[in-house]
């Protein structure tokens, strides 16, 4: 059973029923992130009416619902600590204060609550309150925008490893370097381990119980990066286990902070490298989550199948690895110009014969 923080979930906590829900995620080996996000998620629902009861709240109806996704809308973003957020600072391309992901991730986690606490008919209503979408037929509650998927290109790319190899400490590189190559998400990052490091092959092994869907897979260490790794463990990280008594067999990324140093790193800790990042190179999109988007990309375009992008990728689906395969603009320039070739040849051989021009005639009116 996966072990849940009640701290950052206090108001769940306290409730026998959202409490349960939460203990049965765990005991079905749900991930750790993912039961974080069902207990922020709840915890978010209940904060959101503090004068409501819980009896009432378990029996809510569409209204009550659709109040919430107001809320949800209006509310002003929150540090992870709770405290408002300075607007100014948020980056979100869609201009709302909550990212439209995280609304619809909310929403989820609702509905999955509900529908829980039906089958277990601690909800007496046996209508779930939170409706879910139709395809083509009817829109869920919260929009799913339509927009052009964003990956660096070769100049961004190329800057961002610029900035990296020249302004980040050395943990910092290859946490980034890492993320690229091995298309690794932020739980990946902060739980791989010393141990899981093939120093002969020059790969590490991704344990299935890290993965977001419990997939395992092996990435492969570029030169650089293998290079920055190696150095890393062995002054950075070393240092750190002689002053702090770490596992040398553990987590390969430490804290070098003064608040908690030689413990492992956090996800978040992973955004803020990110973060600083983005706001250096004015690049608002970029995030964790790009690195692994641009590799998948890079191995498609290199000529691997997709079903091997998609191992590389840890997916189970072959449709979740399309989603993250982008094409350059310069790529569709160059295969939409071989159509145009075909219809400039075509033209040639019709020869230069003058266009043929239709009478205009002109009404007038008398």
């Given at each position: 059973?996966?072990?849940?923080?009640?701290n950052c979930c206090p108001l769940v906590a306290q409730n026998p029923i959202t409490r349960a829900f939460l203990e049965q995620m765990a005991k079905e080996q749900k991930s750790r992130s993912t039961i974080e996000n069902y207990s922020r998620d709840l915890n978010d629902f209940l904060s959101a009416f503090p004068d409501i009861p819980f009896s009432e709240l378990i029996e809510a109806d569409e209204s009550r619902i659709a109040d919430y996704v107001d809320w949800l809308w209006k509310r002003e973003a929150q540090q992870r600590t709770g405290q408002q957020r300075d607007r100014s600072k948020i980056t979100y391309t869609s201009g709302s204060k909550l990212a439209p992901a995280t609304i619809r991730r909310?929403?989820?986690?609702?509905?999955?609550?509900?529908?829980?606490?039906?089958?277990?008919r601690h909800r007496r209503d046996?209508?779930?309150?939170?409706?879910?979408?139709?395809?083509?037929?009817?829109?869920g509650l919260v929009p799913v925008p339509i927009s052009v998927p964003w990956i660096p290109d070769e100049r961004q790319w190329k800057a961002i490893l610029k900035h990296v190899l020249t302004?980040?400490?050395?943990?910092?590189?290859?946490?980034?370097?890492l993320a690229h190559d091995g298309a690794l998400r932020r739980e990946e990052i902060v739980q791989?381990?010393?141990?899981?490091?093939?120093?002969?092959?020059?790969?590490?092994?991704?344990?299935?119980?890290?993965?977001?869907?419990?997939?395992p897979g092996t990435i492969v260490l570029s030169h650089p990066t293998f290079i920055r790794l190696k150095e890393y463990i062995e002054e950075d990280r070393a240092a750190l286990i002689r002053c702090y008594s770490a596992d040398w067999n553990g987590p390969i990324f430490l804290s070098d902070s003064q608040r908690n140093p030689g413990q492992p790193l956090s996800k978040w800790t992973v955004k803020d490298i990110f973060d600083r990042i983005r706001d250096a190179l004015h690049l608002p999109q970029l995030t964790p989550h790009k690195m692994r988007h641009l590799m998948l990309t890079e191995l498609k375009k290199s000529g691997m199948e997709l079903l091997e992008v998609s191992r590389y990728g840890r997916h189970r689906r072959l449709a979740s690895t399309e989603v993250y395969l982008h094409t350059d603009l310069s790529?569709?320039?160059?295969?939409?110009?071989?159509?145009?070739?075909?219809?400039?040849?075509?033209?040639?051989?019709?020869?230069?014969?003058?266009?043929?021009?239709?009478?205009?005639?002109?009404?007038?009116?008398?």
């Open positions: 059973m996966q072990e849940i923080n009640w909310r929403i989820s986690t609702l509905r999955s609550f509900y529908r829980w606490s039906i089958r277990l046996t209508l779930n309150p939170v409706r879910e979408g139709i395809r083509g037929r009817e829109r302004n980040c400490s050395l943990r910092d590189q290859v946490i980034v370097l791989l381990r010393f141990d899981d490091i093939d120093w002969r092959t020059h790969t590490i092994t991704i344990r299935a119980e890290t993965t977001k869907n419990h997939m790529d569709l320039a160059r295969d939409v110009n071989k159509a145009h070739r075909r219809l400039e040849t075509l033209i040639a051989q019709c020869g230069r014969h003058p266009f043929s021009r239709l009478p205009i005639r002109i009404a007038i009116r008398v």
